[in-house]
């Protein structure tokens, strides 16, 4: 690749910016603004007698014409118990049909068939990416729900995420999700594997606060509340249902997370750390909870099974008198020709 001046100052430029906001250089400046000390960090007990389970969805882009995509998409929890798996369950993949500028029927027919219910908020699909993650939201609170239903008093549910919807047809679910895990007494915690969070005017905020604990010798697995204020962004009540923890779940962890738990406080927020940093301790990710880790591999859409619903589809058309040329016609991508030389 030829690198010329102005992709030099590009770079240049870019790295600057990573400079002015490396943590490290920012902690006499972070402990002042946060008021953090080290008795703010809570120990992470590595022992949790309960059952954790953890829900992870997935979603993939199958085929895509210029006016209409074809959207698949399924979720799956995982549940272990005493370190052994008790239980995998995976949703049906479900197909969608998503084209730009209009409403989503294929979504209501898929909510109402798992909730019961219509959704209040239609579906509409400006950006194919965004609709994409509303429909595998959407399976995923229908799987934690019945995963809640298989958990008892003193469980824990991991959710893969943040405890906020990212579309208002999600708030009843994530609400009939907390409200029956606060009155089974199970635990919930979602995790955030790459937090967007913030402080200084952009400062990463998670990273700091791992940079703060290592400097002053807080001793991992450790968490602490979000210090007050301190985030830049503005957080909305009305669609934030949990409060906000950052933890390092094992010693050698890449990197820390971002957790939430629920407002309610039903649960004891310290067992659900414990719930995550129990389960920390494989060797291929430490520091990541093995549960949410076994939920994504049993749910992940890879480029195989895109190939089969593709060639499903292509037999489809076949039985309705479609040929090979009106499936290239409909979706083939220069882009592979491209490829191709």
Known sequence: MRRDPSYAQDLIRFVGHLHAHAPRTQLARFAQESGLSPDDFSPCSPAFPGCVAAVDGSNATVVESGSFSLIAARAAESAYRNGACI????????????????????????????????PETPLKSE???????????????????????????GDCLLLDGSLRVSHASHEPLLLGVLG??????????????????TWGGGIPLVWTVEQYARDTGVPEPWYVP?????????????????????????????????LEVPHNGVADPAAAFAACAAYAGDGRIPGYPYPLLDAHRA???????????????????????????????WFGDY???FARY
Do not use: N
């Open 127 to 153: 950006d194919l990416s965004a609709a994409a993650s509303v429909v595998r939201d959407m399976l995923e609170y229908w799987v934690a729900a019945q995963a809640v239903s298989s958990l008892q008093a």
């Open 226 to 258: 979000v210090p007050s204020g301190i985030v830049d962004q503005q957080r909305h009540a009305q669609w934030e249902h949990g409060d906000l923890y950052l933890a390092k779940l094992h010693r050698r962890a890449h990197s820390a997370f971002k």
């Open 335 to 337: 882009h592979d020709e």
């Open 180 to 197: 029956d895990a606060a009155k089974r007494g199970v635990g919930i915690c979602a995790l955030t594997k790459r937090s967007s969070l």
């Open 299 to 329: 749910v992940a859409i890879d480029a195989d099974v895109a190939l089969a619903i593709r060639q499903d589809l292509i037999s489809g058309m076949g039985h309705v008198g479609l040929s090979a040329r009106d499936y290239l016609q």
């Open 87 to 118: 239980r995998r369950r995976r949703s049906p993949l479900r197909l969608f049909r998503i084209a730009p500028g209009t409403v989503s029927t294929e979504y209501e027919d898929v909510y109402e068939e798992c909730t019961g219910f219509l």
